[in-house]
């Protein structure tokens, strides 16, 4: 007989977090991480910077219309974007050091996510009051009151979202100006798009899905293993401490009570609704909340510290024999974070060399080599280039074109007198120029002759130069 009865389903509804407030030193570092981090992103796009009457005023600035990034006094031109790739090695180099040594700090204190997090939850707590009032009103029936409490939730949530959107769009256009195109609905649409997009993202991530990214969508969970051995510093419960809990089995039959009263307090303030008890998982972002609720216990029942806290299974043996840990300092200065941070360091230093040696004005030469010679009149052979010249000062620049190489060369610049080019600020200039030889010269007999093309800032002396070939009879097919 065939067995008909349903299987088990293998999805599990998720059960809403509730966690309690909590004081102590971690939740202030997380406090005080919150506002400089929240105001660091909101704050930015808002703050000037004088770099002349011709380019924009605003410190921080990603203009892709103009494809510029601008740092304050910094400029990142498009073909500079390897400055932005070492900032991105630097980023993965730094999150691989700080898990090599306090596992995911990032995750538990400055990841985006749980900043947003921590924000939702401290307006859903002022609005529907701590853990127990919350879990309450989640589970009664609804009713004037408790749609009162969520729609004013739900407001402000969407209006931290809004705010989270605008900002992100200001980073891309003038803050002040974008702003009153905004209101007036004169704004680019593809900016209405985004600010909505983001509302709808922040709104949901944080109001609503918060642990579930870090659990599902997050592939650093899955990882951050490869990152960290026994002498990673990670939040840990000394069970050998702690156990046997009270009103465990073990402690009715008998055993002596360990330091552990059961009370549920590391569970209740954990966002990510996990038992450090259990030992280490995959959902723990290393946010030590839980050690404050614990040390507030321990101290209340007259217990010493530390029965959650910071620490290395390294250290597991010593302390199990009474020993006290090896000091902190020991577990970070190691090989491998050592490496990290030489290799963090080198990144760095190169980035810098590289931003302070980079010259002011550049040149990129392209050869027209259809067709690749005319024939004056006169029998001169004429070949065509296209000069691309940067001028990164904030005021225009005459450049003077000139030739290096075989004399009988000699360069005329298309609807310029005389051969100085101004070029105008913060400008890439496009400039069509011509080398001329005449004919029975040596450069118009040859095949391929070398040559240079040399330019000069006449306001500040600097030089540019690029290497490049003239194609005389001799390259006729």
Known sequence: MSDTSTPPSLYAAREPIFPKRVYGPFRNLKWVILVVTLGIYYLTPWIRWDRGPNLPDQAVLLDMANRRFYFFWIEIWPHEFYFVAGLLIMAGLGLFLFTSALGRVWCGYACPQTVWTDLFILVERWIEG?????????????????????????????????????????????????AHDLVTGNAHPIAYTTMAVLTATTFVFGGFAREQICIYACPWPRIQAAMMDEDTLVVGYREWRGEPRKGSEAVKAGEPQGDCINCMACVNVCPMGIDIRDGQQLECITCAL?????????????????????????????????????????????????????????????????????????????????????????????????????????????????????????????????????????????????????????????????????????????????DSTFSGAGARP
């Open 130 to 178: 701590d853990r127990n009032a919350r879990l309450r009103l989640h589970r009664q029936k609804w009713d004037l009151r408790k749609a009162r409490l969520r729609l004013t939730k739900w407001v402000v949530w969407l209006l931290i979202g809004l705010a989270t959107g605008g900002a992100w769009v200001f980073y891309f256009a003038d803050a002040p100006t974008l």
């Open 290 to 466: 839980c050690i404050d609720a614990c040390d507030e216990i321990m101290e209340k029942t007259g217990r010493p510290r530390g029965l959650i806290d910071y620490m290395a299974l390294s250290d597991e043996n010593r302390e199990r024999s009474g020993h006290a840990p090896r000091p902190v300092w020991q577990h970070i200065l190691r090989p491998r974070t050592i490496m990290y941070t030489v290799l963090w360091s080198l990144v760095g230093f190169g980035l810098v060399f590289a931003l302070f040696i980079r010259p002011d004005i550049e040149m990129t030469v392209a050869p027209i080599r259809n067709p690749v010679y005319v024939t004056m009149s006169d029998g001169s052979i004429r070949n065509t280039y296209d000069l691309r010249l940067r001028n990164k000062h904030g005021e225009p620049r005459d450049f003077a074109v000139s030739l290096i190489g075989d004399l009988g060369l000699r360069v005329e610049l298309e609807g310029v007198q005389g051969n100085v080019v101004t070029v105008p600020a913060d400008t890439a200039y496009l400039q069509r120029a011509y080398v001329i030889t005449p004919p029975g010269s040596a450069p118009a007999e040859a095949e391929r002759s070398e040559f240079r093309f040399w330019v000069v800032d006449q306001t500040s002396g600097e030089r540019a130069y690029k």
